[in-house]
């Protein structure tokens, strides 16, 4: 992998990740921008000891482009994009409209391909892995700037899920507080570590690896499972079966192997609902340990909010009011539906 820094108009940071070592990364960004303004908050709710990012500035950022207009697109016949060269094989940039900016943080956009009509399930191995080393690598980078907590590796696929580009991308969050979700799961881990002296991450991936019923795909070095209590209709968790506390700690081992797993979970994914039927909308949400917390289990949580075909998961009352969820779909059927749709 070759990395190349650069910056674009407005003084952002721009980062390209190629496979080749030979790759030049030179175009320079002829955009006449003004530097980015931002009125990133974090506030805490004094209830809940949650925080909110109140972020206003966000309400004129890109909102469904036409494809000839898209901002994560390579630059090309005199149009002018976020991504100065030609094509790319992986691009990472600070986000124009972040949520979190300066002591609030930071984010950053991930653009797995220079294809605007591909999705990262049409990613070969070799592409794949190069975006897992892109997110492994901004981990370690973001670890090192001041005040930042835990960092986020995400993507949104699918307008049912509030996507507003098209173009194959997902984004980085590096907070500066331990997110709520976060300090739940640590909270119930230092429960079962005092209950039983054992680490409850471990515990769990023996449990379902010991049941079988909701596993939905292993490796030699990964194993995909649907939880137990599963939240949402159709949902994947998949850990590296040697604990690491985040992208950082994986070994090669686990490296190699996670394009193979991921992406016939993606491609899995895409077939849940039959011949026919339009991409399945997605979360791809990196769960990695905040620092300081080495018992922590990097795993990755993969969701979609379509119950079947034609229909949609909303969160209503339960849900949103008191954060109780109510699945329509049994963990154990949406595990076997996801066996039944595995690649020939």
């Known amino acids: 992998m070759k990395k190349t820094s650069t910056r674009l108009a407005d003084g952002r940071e721009l980062l390209y990740y190629d496979s080749r070592d030979d ?64 094509a790319y094989d992986v691009a990472v940039f600070e986000n124009r409209f972040p949520s979190l900016a300066g002591d609030a943080g930071r984010c950053e956009v991930v653009c797995f391909t220079s294809d605007h009509d591909a999705s990262f399930a049409d990613l070969n191995e070799e592409q794949a892995g190069l975006v897992l080393e892109a997110w492994t690598d901004r981990t370690a980078e973001l670890a090192e700037l001041p005040g930042v907590r835990q960092v986020f590796c995400f993507e949104n696929r699918g307008a049912e899920i509030g996507v ?6 997902g984004q ?25 002296g054992r680490n409850l991450f471990d515990d769990v991936v ?19 499972f649907v939880p137990y209590a599963a939240h ?62 080495p018992d922590f289990a990097l795993h990755l949580e993969l969701f979609t909010i379509r119950r079947t075909s034609g229909k949609l998961k909303f969160l209503a009352g339960s849900e949103s009011g008191m954060n109780v969820f109510i699945n329509d779909v049994p ?7 996801l066996r039944e749709v595995a690649s020939e």
Do not use: N
């Open 23 to 86: 790759a030049v990364r030179d175009a320079a960004d002829p955009r006449p921008l003004e530097p980015v303004a931002t009125t990133s908050q974090i506030r805490r709710d004094p209830l809940l000891g949650d925080f909110v990012a109140i972020a206003s500035h966000r309400q004129a950022r890109t909102y469904h482009p036409p494809a000839d207009e898209c901002p994560l697109c390579p630059s090309r016949d005199g149009r002018h994009s976020e991504i100065p060269a030609a």
């Open 164 to 169: 507003t580009l098209g173009h194959p991308h």
């Open 172 to 196: 980085i969050y590096a907070y500066p507080f331990v997110t709520p979700r976060t300090e739940l799961m640590l909270r119930s881990a230092a429960t079962h570590l005092a209950e039983t």
């Open 206 to 224: 023996e449990r379902e690896r010991a049941e079988g019923m909701r596993v939905v795909l292993e490796g030699e070095h990964w194993v995909a």
């Open 232 to 293: 949402w209709p159709y949902e994947v968790h998949l850990y590296p079966k040697r604990r690491a506390a985040d992208l950082r700690g994986l070994d090669d081992d686990a490296r190699t192997e996670f394009p193979q797993i991921y992406l016939e979970l993606l491609r899995r994914f895409d077939r849940i609902f039959g011949p026919g039927e339009p991409p399945t909308p997605y979360i791809s949400a990196w769960h990695q340990a905040p620092f300081g917390a």
């Open 331 to 337: 963990p154990e059927t949406a595990a076997a539906r």
